[in-house]
């Protein structure tokens, strides 16, 4: 059975995720922006946590794990290229690794670019994956220690997971996002569709995150350094698809 999730908004535009195995009660708790929404959810759901993933050592990612390591002393996980930046850790991964949740393998990626040593966690039995502030709905973490080529390998890394799969990311930044996308990929129906939907969900107050790997391939730009219309559009047609990537993410930083 897959995990259950639960997308738990934090601060004024994170999400942190719960990942919940019914048959054995174990909880993993996907990054702590802060303390509070997460104790609530919890306590909502009667779960207690059994493991905390962290993604990265951004403050937005992990202030909030002493207040909730009060309540629910749980096993932390995190990158080991990470370790002495991130809070205490009882288990150090690194890409390649995999180690388990309820029963459930959970497979760690390095997704370095937004930050060097940034982690992914994928769960292929529940089709899902922790990607934080590396692949974003819409969008993806912007290049604060890495370059655009470490980022564009990430992002090929997760694109390669199969359609289906779940794409938890980081933040609220979908429909900003979608505003920078159609100004390089302006002619795609399928983003087009989507901003649209994202328009909705945001007027009735719903969250665009998670979304699906199939959703991001279609309409995703820094997904799309291949796609002959947006190399047409930037005047880069057949370029090295890491050059596509470096001036797509560019264009976003100036836009
Ligand atoms: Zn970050
Ligand atoms: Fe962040």
């Known amino acids: 059975m897959p995990l259950e999730i639960a997308t738990i908004p934090c601060l004024s535009d994170n999400y942190a995720f719960l990942a919940h195995d019914a048959a054995n009660g174990q909880t ?3 990054d702590a922006p ?5 104790l609530a959810e919890l306590e ?8 905390v993933l962290l993604t990265h050592h951004h403050w937005d990612h992990v202030d909030g ?9 749980a096993k932390v996980i995190g990158a080991a290229a990470d370790a002495h930046r991130l809070p205490p850790l009882d288990q150090q991964v690194s ?3 995999t180690f388990e949740i309820g029963g459930e393998p959970v497979q760690v990626l390095d997704v370095s670019g937004h930050t060097v040593g940034h982690v992914a966690y994928y769960m292929p039995q529940s089709s899902v994956v922790f990607t934080a502030d ?18 564009w390998a990430s992002l090929s890394k997760l694109a390669a997971l199969p359609d289906e799969t779940i794409v938890c990311s980081g933040h609220e930044y979908t429909q900003s ?3 920078f996308a159609v100004t390089v990929d302006p002619n795609n129906t399928a983003l087009l569709q989507r901003m649209a939907d994202i328009d ?4 009735e107050g719903r969250p665009t995150v998670p979304s699906t790997l199939a959703l991001e391939k279609a309409t995703n730009p820094f997904l799309r350094a291949t796609d002959p219309a947006i190399q047409a559009h930037l005047g880069m047609e057949n370029a090295d698809p890491t050059e596509v990537f470096a001036e797509i993410r560019a264009r976003k930083d100036r836009f």
Not at 44 to 51: N, Q
Not at 65 to 73: R, S, T
Not at 200 to 203: G, L, N, S, V, Y
């Open 177 to 179: 996002n979608a505003k």
């Open 34 to 38: 802060e303390s509070g929404p997460i």
């Open 28 to 30: 993993a708790l996907v």
């Open 200 to 203: 909705r969900a945001r007027a």
């Open 65 to 73: 794990l002493a207040g909730i390591l009060e309540k629910h002393p």
């Open 134 to 151: 590396s692949l974003m709905a819409l969008g993806c973490g912007r290049l604060f220690e890495g370059t655009a080529p470490q980022m």
């Open 44 to 51: 909502a759901r009667g779960w207690s946590l059994s493991h």
């Open 95 to 97: 890409d390649g690794d």
